[in-house]
């Protein structure tokens, strides 16, 4: 049998042992003043009760004709950690990082530190009474509140910078929802 092949087969013959070992993962959308935009989070146990994320974001649009072109994207980094995951309404706390980027004309760079709940509504219901909301148990809500530390540019099309100016804002609001698996 060539080699490749045999690989291959241990490779599959262990997906189940690599899957049941793995760090939980989800996948969801948030929007706040830093680092919004879809998010792919990896999960990894903390302490007991405690679970700890990694979140890459990202969001992008691009539109153009013969004579412009328009673009916007934001991409981000946040970590956190989730209290009392196994709990239906658990606290989190997190800090993120961004960076966003409207048509070179508007960028911003900007630091997040915050604070909030998550809420996982399906998380406890019941299979008798609603089978099909037991699939969704790993829909989590979350809603935070915290600091950001902003620098904004601001130029015109040639380059020249208009404005430079720094936001930082004492509370600032964020929301998004993420499934987990």
């Given at each position: 049998?060539?080699?490749?092949?045999?690989?291959?087969?241990?490779?599959l013959?262990m997906?189940?042992c690599i899957?049941n070992?793995a760090?939980r993962?989800?996948?969801?959308?948030?929007a706040?003043?830093?680092s919004?935009?879809f998010?792919?989070?990896?999960?990894?146990?903390?302490e007991?009760?405690t679970?700890?994320?990694v979140?890459?974001?990202?969001?992008?649009f691009?539109?153009?004709?013969?004579?412009?072109?328009?673009?916007f994207?934001?991409?981000?980094?946040?970590g956190g950690?989730?209290?009392?995951?196994?709990?239906?309404?658990?606290?989190?706390a997190?800090?993120s990082v961004?960076?966003?980027d409207y048509?070179?004309?508007?960028?911003?760079?900007?630091?997040?530190?915050?604070?909030?709940i998550?809420?996982?509504?399906?998380?406890?219901?019941?299979?008798?009474?609603i089978?099909?909301?037991?699939k969704l148990?790993?829909?989590?809500?979350?809603?935070?509140?915290?600091?950001?530390?902003?620098?904004?540019?601001?130029?015109?099309?040639?380059g020249?910078?208009e404005?430079l100016?720094?936001?930082i804002?004492?509370?600032?609001?964020?929301?998004?929802?993420v499934?987990?698996?």
């Open positions: 049998m060539n080699r490749t092949v045999k690989i291959a087969l241990a490779l013959l997906m189940p899957l070992a760090p993962m989800g996948a969801g959308a948030r706040d003043m830093v919004s935009g998010e792919f989070r990896f999960w990894f146990p903390a007991s009760g679970r700890g994320f979140a890459p974001q990202a969001i992008g691009y539109a153009g004709s013969t004579t412009d072109a328009y673009y994207y934001n991409v981000g980094l946040r950690v989730m209290f009392r995951s196994e709990n239906w309404i658990s606290p989190i997190d800090v961004g960076y966003g048509d070179s004309e508007n960028r911003h760079l900007g630091a997040r530190a915050a604070i909030g998550s809420v996982a509504p399906f998380q406890y219901s019941p299979e008798s009474t089978g099909f909301l037991k148990a790993g829909l989590r809500f979350e809603f935070d509140s915290g600091l950001i530390f902003r620098r904004d540019n601001s130029s015109y099309s040639n020249t910078f404005s100016y720094t936001d804002l004492l509370p600032d609001f964020g929301a998004g929802f499934f987990n698996w």
